[in-house]
């Protein structure tokens, strides 16, 4: 049964721009299921991460952590979702974000934190990691994707230091 649920899950997320991978260790594209028995979680490690503020305006996400903000271009609908997800408000009709979201609490999947981890080619990539009773998810994820589900879950941003440091702008 469990499984079932997450390979519903995994759909529902693949059609809104998140790429399933993963199922047991097994490597589809993107989701990586690890159980909490395992010794280590990598994919739980902030070891060069730093958590982040999240703000936006239309078409812009911004980062801010300590001394610098980085500024991620998107699309104004990815913009207009994060903020009413901020403003913890749902329109005339929910968003896909909040779609979502009322998936995982009814299936009892917890966001626990968002890791974006990598800049390839002018991208960003993202991993939107969940938890559902003693298992891990590690989702591939558009950032903006990623950034929309954890406001609306009141879940952590972290972003790699480095990235940051190298793309984002001194504010001190």
Known sequence: MKTKILVILAAVIVSIGFIAVNLEGETFS??????????????????????????????????????????????????????TGLEEKIEFRPTS??????ILENFDIEVLMIKINSFDQDAYFARL????????????????????????????VYIKQSILENNGENIC
């Open 30 to 83: 993107g989701l990586i299921v690890t159980s909490l028995q395992d010794e280590t979680i990598p994919a739980l490690s902030l070891d060069g991460f730093t958590e982040v503020g999240i703000s936006v305006e239309p078409e812009i996400i911004y980062l801010t952590s300590d001394c610098y903000v980085l500024s991620m271009v998107t699309t104004q609908f990815q913009t207009y979702s994060i903020n």
């Open 97 to 102: 974000h909040d779609l979502i979201k009322d």
């Open 129 to 156: 990691i969940v938890k559902q009773e003693d298992r891990i998810l590690n989702l591939d994820s558009k950032p903006s994707d990623a950034i929309a589900v954890a406001v609306r879950t009141k879940s952590p």
